[in-house]
């Protein structure tokens, strides 16, 4: 079957780093992209690698392996407004994606 | 100003009958999406359509159909077919050549009592 694994929870204090791991298992492989989802909202495009590296927008940068089939988002200068849901997303072909089960932070003051 | 709206975003029906779920979008996106959202749960995809009068079963695609008349319109109809319908349902869309990046609308949630 085809998989997306991220860990169910990160806490992390205001102004430091962290990194949310994505690695996946999919029968194909377009890209993997990042999107924020607050609770009650809807998800919002961060980022997305179709090849390998690290990319970097802002406050947030996001890290792709295709060997391994693993990938990161590094959020720095962590702010309380980062508390939400993050979600890995896979384009596995033509126009079809699948979704993580999100990995829901905690930022503390 | 350029988006995609749902409408409503709360919507109560009663067990048995069907509802149907408003999406519209002025992108002038191709591609147009719909998912499922559980609490805790990421996004599981129901339907899709790439193109006006064509449209593709997602994953999860049993007791729900949909339409595609307008480029502008994706409409969702859950079915008394199924079995759990209450839900964070989310439509989306992305232009040709946009990677991974969907926009998406704000949601409709569902609650069959």
């Known amino acids: 079957g085809q998989s997306l694994e991220q860990p169910s929870e990160v806490t992390a204090v205001e102004g430091a780093i962290v990194q949310i791991n994505c690695t996946y298992q999919?029968?194909?492989?377009?890209?993997l992209s990042w999107y924020q989802q607050h609770d009650g909202g809807a998800p919002t495009f961060l980022s997305y690698?179709?090849?390998?590296g690290l990319e970097e927008t802002g406050r947030f940068s996001s890290f792709l392996s295709r060997s391994d089939s693993y990938g990161y988002l590094l959020l720095q200068e962590l702010q309380m407004k980062d508390s939400a849901s993050y979600f890995c997303?896979?384009?596995?072909?033509?126009?079809?994606?699948?979704f993580g089960a999100g990995t829901r932070l905690f930022v503390k003051a | 100003d350029g988006g995609i709206t749902q409408s409503p975003k709360y919507l109560f029906r009663k067990e048995g009958q069907n509802v149907t779920l408003s999406c519209e979008q002025n992108?002038?996106?191709?591609?147009m999406y719909w998912y499922r959202q559980d609490p805790g749960q990421g996004l599981r995809l129901i339907y899709y359509?790439?193109?006006?009068?064509?449209?593709q079963k997602g994953d999860i695609a049993e007791g729900y159909s949909v339409s595609r008349e307008k480029k502008e319109s994706f409409p969702l109809t859950v079915t008394s077919a199924q079995k759990n319908p209450t839900a964070f349902y989310l439509c989306?869309?992305?232009?040709?050549?946009?990677?991974?990046?969907?926009?998406f609308g704000p949601g409709t949630r569902l609650t069959v009592l």
């Open positions: 992108l002038n996106h191709d591609a």
């Open positions: 999919t029968s194909g492989f377009y890209g």
């Open positions: 690698n179709a090849l390998d």
């Open positions: 989306a869309s992305n232009p040709p050549g946009a990677g991974g990046e969907q926009f």
């Open positions: 997303a896979v384009r596995t072909g033509g126009f079809k994606t699948i």
């Open positions: 359509s790439q193109i006006v009068n064509d449209f």
